[in-house]
């Protein structure tokens, strides 16, 4: 149980650093002329999907037995490399 909360705590930190990054991101992007905006809509949804596949793998994970937990870890780390992936392209999309 302590490496699972180890890591649920390191998620957790990523996560508060991401989420200045996308508050960032969200004030970019509400500055963007309506064109701009309707141009990358389908980028601003997949971020959000990206984001709520996340949440669902840190779920999962603090539902997990033991045994569970490398293969729970697994899934949250390619959902993490998912999500950081969408608001990167974003954000570059942007500048």
Do not use: C, G
């Not at 992007?29 to 980028?43: D, G, I, M, R």
């Not at 959000?48 to 490398?70: G, I, N």
């Amino acid at each position: 149980m302590q490496l699972k909360e180890a890591y649920l705590n390191r998620v957790a930190r990523e996560v508060e650093d991401l989420a200045s990054r996308v508050a960032m991101l969200k004030a970019r992007f509400a500055k963007q002329k309506v064109n701009v905006k309707l141009e990358h809509y389908w980028e601003l949804e997949f971020l959000r999907t990206r984001f709520a596949e996340f949440k669902h793998r840190v779920m999962d994970l603090e539902d997990a037995e033991d045994a569970q937990l490398p293969k729970m870890q697994e899934s949250v780390e390619v959902a993490w490399n998912d999500l950081i992936n969408a608001v990167e392209t974003l954000t570059a999309a942007l500048h």
